[in-house]
């Protein structure tokens, strides 16, 4: 069992930078890929960004490549988002998640096991 919980969103001006962390419980967190999810309102829940279990490999959304930054300590079992250069379309609900996987480049919900309770972020323009 992986439970997640996700905390650092806010309200932020456009260009400025947040950083979410995603605190897991489980002693086998390490054993698990990691991916960021956002859903806005109306729309679907859709990929941000994953991380391997080795954290050897990452995988950005387009609309994220080279703002973002997915990384992970294992050993505080932890998840970190690093969001820099914000627009007003990243205001979402970020989610993370776990895939037992550990491997690959998933990049669909369903492909996902756990899920944290999600934060708010809200760029303004």
């Known amino acids: 069992q992986v439970q997640l919980v996700e905390s650092g969103g806010g309200l932020v001006q456009a260009g400025g930078s947040l950083r979410l962390s995603c605190a897991a419980s489980?002693?086998?967190?390490?054993?698990?890929?990691m991916g960021w999810f956002r859903q806005a309102p109306g729309k679907e829940r859709e990929f941000v960004a994953r991380?391997?279990?080795?954290?050897?490999?990452?995988y950005y959304a387009d609309s994220v490549k080279g703002r973002f930054t997915i990384s992970r300590d294992n050993a505080k079992n932890t998840v970190y988002l690093q969001m820099n250069s914000l627009k007003p379309e990243d205001t979402a609900v970020y989610y993370c998640?776990?895939?037992?996987?550990?491997?690959?480049?998933?990049?669909?919900?369903?492909?996902?096991?756990?899920w944290g309770q999600g934060t708010q972020v809200t760029v303004s323009s």
């Open positions: 489980g002693r086998t967190f390490s054993r698990y890929a």
């Open positions: 991380i391997s279990w080795s954290g050897g490999s990452t």
């Open positions: 998640a776990a895939d037992p996987a550990g491997w690959g480049q998933h990049t669909a919900t369903y492909e996902y096991d756990y």
